[in-house]
């Protein structure tokens, strides 16, 4: 399994690294200019990352059963080491990913300080102190894992049933991704999980019931992709 995820991670290492670059880069210069012509009143980096990052995880993820699947199993990878592999990938990719969105909140707070910008934020910066670093750490890790798994379930659900069941398929699918931004109260639903049942849950909470989410999507990925009919294209 570990051999299949390190092939994996050297597969998709240039586009990861294309779109860390590209997304660096784009929040730098958008950044730049509000500076320069606008006013600052929130974390650039905060709003350009926490979306972007999950939205890129989760097609990579789509596209690893209908495209990789039948090339491992031909090379003579069992579909569960497939499998496992796939997972430690996803888990490693969502801290990757979660990492870079937290090393970016550090350099940009550094640089807002530097350029005396804080006074200017109209919310508190994200990150003030090691245990909101933790939490955004394990915040973005968790949210990023989920998007990582419904686009697993995605693709598991187009290549074992076919496109008509696998289009039916996306939205139990989304349970997981939608799950994690509900309970963490995220741009998708500012309210949160927490307000909607008029309790105020904890992190700890909502980071164990978003863990249940993923750990019952990749259950059902294993129960798809252990006997799955291996095909060149979905069909």
Known sequence: MTTVAVSLFRRTAPAYAAFAALLIATVALVGT??????????????????????????????????????????????????????L??????????????????????FVYGAAGLMDGLTDAYPVDSVGTAFAVLIRAFLIYLAHFCSG?????????????????????????????????????????????????LPFAVSALLTVVLVTAGCAVVHAFGRTVTIRGKIS
């Open 88 to 109: 430690l990938f996803g888990v490693g990719s969502a801290g990757a990913f979660a990492l870079l969105f937290l090393a970016g909140l550090g350099v940009e707070r």
């Open 152 to 200: 697993w379930l995605i693709g598991a659900g187009f290549y074992r049933f076919g496109p008509f069941a696998g289009l039916l398929l996306i939205a139990p699918s989304m349970i997981p991704a939608l799950g994690s931004e509900l309970l963490f109260g995220t741009e998708w639903s500012p309210i949160g999980a927490a307000t909607v049942a008029g309790l105020r």
């Open 33 to 86: 200019l509000i500076a320069v012509h606008g006013s600052l009143t929130e974390s650039v980096w905060h709003l350009g990352a926490a979306s972007t990052v999950k939205w890129f995880v989760g097609p990579v993820a789509i596209l690893l059963i209908p495209v990789l699947l039948r090339h491992y199993v031909a090379l003579g990878v069992t579909r569960r080491q497939f499998l496992g592999g796939a």
